[in-house]
């Protein structure tokens, strides 16, 4: 059975950093563009950052760039998510999706909706 698993979540303070991890299960990311989406109270989910596992290319949405950078383990087959200078609109509940497409802005800008590989969540909550 394909799983992703998120972990990493919490609490913190804003100007804090959090790194979210997406481990594959019962397949590999090989070829995958697999990418970060979060969902505030109230809002529509989102794209927030996507790789490419193919050629390494990346996408950033802008309220994230300079703050978030997106890699990936391929020995241990995981993506993850460093999160720096975090602000309270980056709370949320964080999910990673995995699924064939040609760049990693394309996931992250319509690929995702489409995409049967979601994991179940972590919860990001930057608060004083």
């Known amino acids: 059975q394909l799983q992703l698993v998120e972990s990493g979540g919490g609490l913190v303070q804003p100007g804090g950093s959090l790194r979210l991890s997406c481990a594959a299960s019962g397949f590999s990311l090989n070829y995958y563009s697999v990418g970060w989406f979060r969902q505030a109270p109230g809002k529509e989910r989102e794209g927030v950052s996507c790789i490419n596992t193919s050629d390494g290319s990346t996408y950033y949405a802008d309220s994230v760039k300079g703050r978030f950078t997106i890699s990936r383990d391929k020995a241990e087959d995981t993506v993850y998510l460093q999160m720096n200078s975090l602000k309270p609109e980056d709370t949320g509940i964080y999910y990673c999706?995995?699924?064939?497409?040609?760049?990693?802005?394309?996931?992250?800008?319509?690929?995702?909706?489409?995409?049967?590989?979601w994991g179940q969540g972590t919860q990001v909550t930057v608060s004083s």
């Open positions: 999706s995995a699924d064939y497409s040609p760049t990693a802005q394309e996931m992250c800008v319509r690929t995702w909706m489409e995409s049967d590989h």
